[in-house]
Nanobody
């Protein structure tokens, strides 16, 4: 499985961004997709996750009510709509897939929120 992320950038506090993650290859092996983020000097943390079948979601407490994860199975693409961004959301955001055989990671996309 190959993952290509897009949509990062530099925004001001309160702005919105939408990240996308397009999967290709053995996408039938994917059971769930999600977003992690890693800020400088901090551990990588799960931001949001969505199952391929049923679309069940879960979010980190810090983003609940502001971020929305969604997917388009026909396009094998996952999205993360990020609203009301805060400086503490600044991080490299990574796409991840959970699979029946193994997990895969994207290359990461930088999100920077200025105050």
């Amino acid at each position: 499985v190959q993952l290509v992320e897009a949509g990062g950038g530099l925004v001001q506090a309160g702005d919105s961004l939408r990240l996308s993650c397009a999967a290709s290859g053995d996408t039938f092996s994917i059971s769930a997709m999600g977003w992690y983020r890693q800020a400088p000097g901090k551990q990588r943390e799960l931001v949001a996750r969505i199952t391929r079948v049923g679309g069940s979601t879960n979010y980190a407490d810090s983003v609940k009510g502001r971020f929305t994860i969604s997917k388009d199975n026909a396009k094998n693409t996952m999205y993360l709509q990020m609203n009301s961004l805060k400086p503490e959301d600044t991080a490299v955001y990574y796409c991840k897939t959970w699979g029946f055989a193994r997990d895969y990671w994207g290359q990461g996309t930088q999100v920077t929120v200025s105050s």
